[in-house]
């Protein structure tokens, strides 16, 4: 139940307590008390929308930077990871296997802020070795929805 | 040179017009309408399997394959009944690609009737199985199965119809339209009533993989005693959202096979070749293609079973395929009146039981095979129609 639950609200976090209650053939105070639970517990850890940033008039740039870090005695490469965390500028944050150590989702006002941010402040934490700087130009699919809009229902109306 | 009927072949002037024709032909009247009147999957085939159709086109595989299909394919299909359905075939000698389970429906019909030969089949069902048998020169024979027995077919129903002219038993669970499936013990009687009539049966199993509430659906080749007598429609439609692929297939003894290929020869040749390159793909992870979309489906239908209920429309449990076939009798309309009526109030489609056979009156089917935001809607509109009423 736990994991159709997460499935639905994957795909649609404003679904409502009630059809999702429909949808799995139990309570409504069981939904409630699910969510609240997996809520409580750090699994559901927030509700976001998905926006096309293309869409919008502001101006945003996102960029993803790979990240060479020396590992340290304690820890590895946890103090640093979480070091750089705690930037705003910093969607997220990932360990990675292969040819860097960190992968970082960053965004900012504008490719000037961006560098600015890597030169000033990623770049210069004690145990940074070395920085990629990639930016996105333009985003085709995100959290597994696709951003152009779909075209309409290609089947016939009616069929046996 | 003059036109008329007569000059035309009387057994197929003959035939009904469908009654899902007629009612596609009022629904593409208006705009805007929500759909719950379609028999196909609203998912796009997985992406790996078109990939593989359009790699099989790079390659220069555009001409015909054997007759019977790619053996590579067949191959895979007799390990997958193997495995899922519970019976051995011989890819060589007892496995045929067609040209969607209608082809293989037709052509097994025709290889086995003589004229005046009666099948039994059951209403309500898919609109095609009576018109077949009748273009293959038999004798349709309905026998009913009744909301109250959650529309599983009897034998008490079936030895009232059974004469010494009937040839064979046509059969399809879980079924289009009323989303109805089989218990073991009715699988096993059905193949006795089958085998104490020493009738052919021929089983329509496109749904078996969409089966609710945590049960595997039983197929007629799982019964051994059937083996020699049963032949096996299955394919890629449903399952995997392949309707535009036309692919499935027969497994049947290698005695009615040869005749079945023999119509398949002269009739199609062979299938799309591109369309069998991607159902090889198919057949690399079904599992994990199906189970996305089989979650949706159960979790759809679940919505519009509380739905109806918190409605006051009155439905059986529809435990397969994607259809719900709710009992819309006590409004006093008649299926007909009542889908053409929410059509014209609500702007949304369901199929008036009618259309699947006279005892479908008092039921409409609606497809959940339907993204959920619109059956969300279409039940909001529907509650509302029918407190008009």
Redesign the interface.
């Known amino acids: 139940m736990v994991e159709s639950l997460l499935e639905i609200l994957r795909n649609n976090a404003k679904e409502s307590p009630a059809n999702m209650a429909k949808m799995l053939g139990v309570g409504v105070d069981e939904v409630e008390a699910t969510i609240a639970r997996l809520e409580q517990e750090g699994v559901i850890r927030g509700w976001q929308a998905i926006v096309n940033e293309d869409l919008l008039d502001g101006r945003h740039v996102t960029a993803v930077i790979e990240v060479r870090v020396t590992p340290e005695r304690e820890g590895g490469f946890n103090r640093v990871a979480e070091q750089v965390s705690r930037f705003d500028e910093v969607d997220a944050v990932y360990l990675m296997s292969g040819g860097y150590d960190l992968l970082l989702f960053v965004s900012g006002e504008s490719l000037l802020a961006v560098a600015r941010f890597v030169s000033e402040k990623l770049a210069t934490i004690h145990g940074v070795l070395s920085t990629a700087t990639h930016f996105k130009l333009k985003t085709y699919k995100q959290s597994g929805v696709l951003m152009a809009k779909p075209g309409a229902d290609a089947r016939l109306a009616v069929t046996p | 040179m003059t036109g008329g009927h007569d000059r035309l072949a009387r057994h197929i002037v003959d035939l009904p017009k469908?009654g899902?024709r007629e009612?596609?032909d009022i629904?593409?009247t208006r705009r805007g309408?929500i759909?719950m009147?379609?028999?196909?999957p609203?998912f796009d085939t997985p992406w790996h399997i078109r990939e593989a159709a359009i790699h099989s086109l790079e390659q220069g595989c555009s001409h015909y394959t054997g007759n019977a299909g790619l053996i590579e394919l067949r191959r895979a299909i007799a390990d997958y009944v193997r495995a899922r359905f519970g019976a051995a075939y011989d890819p060589a000698h007892e496995v045929l690609v067609t040209v969607g389970a209608s082809e293989g429906l037709d052509n097994t019909l025709r290889a086995l009737l003589n004229p005046g030969d009666e099948v039994l089949y059951h209403e309500p069902c898919?609109?095609?199985y009576g018109p077949e048998i009748a273009m293959a020169h038999g004798v349709p024979v309905a026998v009913e199965t009744h909301v109250e027995d959650n529309f599983r077919l009897s034998v008490e129903a079936l030895e009232a119809k059974v004469t010494p002219r009937t040839k064979a038993l046509l059969v399809n669970f879980p079924n289009?339209p009323t989303g109805a499936v089989l218990e073991e013990a009715d699988v096993r009687a059905i193949a006795d009533f089958v085998l104490r009539h020493d009738l052919i049966l021929i089983s329509d199993e496109i749904y078996a993989e969409l089966t609710w509430d945590g049960r595997r659906h039983v197929s007629f080749a799982s019964v051994p005693a059937l083996r020699d007598r049963l032949v096996l429609l299955h394919g890629y439609s449903k399952a995997w959202a392949m309707t535009g692929f036309r692919m499935a297939y027969v497994c049947a003894p290698a005695w009615i096979m040869e005749t079945i290929l023999k119509i398949h020869q002269y009739g199609i040749m062979c299938a799309s070749t591109a369309s069998q390159y991607a159902a090889l793909e198919a057949m690399r992870q079904p599992e994990e293609d199906m189970a996305p979309m089989l979650?949706a489906y159960e979790?759809?239908r679940?919505?519009l079973?509380?739905?109806f209920a918190e409605c006051g429309i009155p439905m059986h449990n529809p435990a397969g395929a994607f259809y719900a076939f709710p009992q819309i009798a006590r409004f006093g309309l008649s299926s007909r009146e009542f889908a053409v009526r929410l059509l014209e109030a609500e702007n949304v489609?369901v199929?008036p039981g009618t259309?699947f056979g006279p005892c479908g009156e008092g039921f409409v089917r609606c497809s959940y095979a339907t993204a959920?935001e619109q059956i969300?809607e279409a039940v909001t509109r529907i509650a509302r129609f029918v407190r008009t009423l």
Do not use: H, L, Q
């Open positions: 469908s899902i009612f596609f629904v593409s309408v759909s009147a379609v028999g196909e609203d898919f609109v095609s289009n979650r979790m759809r679940n919505f079973r509380t739905s489609a199929v259309a959920m969300k």
